[in-house]
């Protein structure tokens, strides 16, 4: 019986990632990410580089403190453009902003918002997958992280963020002494 409970609570949580199957780190809690008044939800949702092309308005149902660092990244940029299967797919960062604070404003939908005027490290760069066939959407995931007291991007990762391919994400946690992400999401678009 307690083994079933166990069972049951643990496939639960992990149907609950709000991150893609693989992609650590997983997160349990949802970072509300609203493209106009669209919101991501449920997590893998499908957008359009249209609606995806400015910044999202983020937020969490959660009443936060603090300062925040958010991420987007892709994880499947194809290996080449012209012959996608050549490699392994890779990583593009598409976002690192800076200062996000609660901005004491409310969503439509009951989310408390953060907002931020800064646009670095990595100002948001919408996506703008390249057309395949067959058909492969790119995932992007969005992360929020507490923003260290002194936050910079450490020297070591300084070419990688210029770099954007290939960045590695847990790379950069340790590199930055960021703690676990208090909240993710990620949503597909296609090229
Ligand atoms: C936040 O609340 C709204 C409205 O009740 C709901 O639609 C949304 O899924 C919630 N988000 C999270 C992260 O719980
Ligand atoms: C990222 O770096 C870690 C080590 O810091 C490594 O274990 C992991 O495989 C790397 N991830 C990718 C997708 O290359």
């Known amino acids: 019986m307690l083994t079933k409970i166990i069972v049951a609570l643990a496939l639960l949580s992990f149907?609950?990632?709000?991150?893609?199957?693989?992609?650590?780190?997983?997160?349990?809690?949802?970072?509300?990410v609203l493209f106009g008044t669209k919101a991501v939800s449920p997590p893998g949702m499908s957008l359009t580089k249209a609606e995806t092309a400015k910044q999202p308005i983020i937020g969490t149902n959660e009443t936060l403190t603090g300062t925040y660092l958010f991420m987007m990244i892709d994880l499947d940029v194809p290996a080449s453009f012209t012959n996608p299967s050549s490699g392994p797919r890779r990583t593009?960062?598409?976002?690192?902003?800076?200062?996000?604070?609660?901005?004491?404003?409310?969503?439509?939908?009951?989310?408390?918002?953060?907002?931020?005027?800064?646009?670095?490290?990595?100002?948001?760069?919408?996506?703008?997958?390249?057309?395949?066939?067959?058909?492969?959407?790119?995932?992007?995931?969005?992360?929020?992280?507490?923003?260290?007291?002194?936050?910079?991007?450490?020297?070591?990762?300084?070419?990688?963020?210029?770099?954007?391919i290939g960045f590695n994400v847990t790379t950069f946690i340790e590199a930055a002494a960021l703690k676990a992400p208090v909240a993710g999401n990620y949503f597909t678009v296609s090229g």
Not at 15 to 32: C, I, K, M, N
Request: charged content about 15%.
């Open 92 to 164: 593009n960062l598409h976002a690192m902003v800076q200062d996000f604070k609660p901005d004491g404003q409310t969503s439509a939908a009951g989310v408390q918002t953060l907002a931020s005027t800064a646009k670095t490290p990595v100002a948001y760069i919408g996506p703008a997958p390249p057309a395949e066939t067959p058909p492969h959407p790119h995932r992007y995931v969005t992360l929020l992280f507490e923003q260290p007291e002194g936050f910079a991007v450490p020297e070591s990762q300084k070419s990688q963020i210029r770099q954007k």
């Open 15 to 32: 149907a609950r990632a709000q991150t893609p199957e693989g992609f650590v780190p997983s997160v349990s809690s949802q970072l509300d």
